[in-house]
């Protein structure tokens, strides 16, 4: 089993920034990659980045690419999504994921993960 915990999440205004960490532990070894979702109320969740272990190679959504930034800092085993620049349409509850399946070239389906956080609350005010 692996364990997420997200933490970082806040209030900020339009055109701040926050960073988000995903600590992750137990059996950790299988996994293939690792991405950040977000959902907001009434909307379906949606896969806004997400990073390779192997190569680290990163991926992420036209809404976010130029302001998001994900990272993994393979010895503390956790992730990161640095966000800047955000603005009210960003406001959501963001959820870290991993996956230890074989990469289907969906990083953005939450059907491609099979690990998850139990998510940190993002909020940005005008």
């Known amino acids: 089993q692996v364990q997420l915990v997200e933490s970082g999440g806040g209030s900020v205004q339009a055109g701040g920034s926050l960073r988000l960490s995903c600590a992750t532990s137990?059996?950790?070894?299988?996994?293939?990659?690792m991405g950040w979702f977000r959902q907001a109320p009434g909307k379906e969740r949606e896969g806004i980045a997400a990073i390779g272990i192997g190569f680290g190679t990163t991926y992420y959504a036209d809404s976010v690419k130029g302001r998001f930034t994900i990272s993994r800092d393979n010895a503390k085993n956790t992730l990161y999504l640095q966000m800047n620049s955000l603005n009210p349409e960003d406001t959501a509850r963001y959820y870290c994921a991993a996956s230890s399946y074989a990469y289907g070239g969906h990083w953005y389906a939450p059907a491609e993960y099979n690990y998850w956080g139990q998510g940190a609350q993002v909020t940005v005010s005008s």
């Open positions: 137990g059996y950790i070894y299988n996994n293939k990659y």
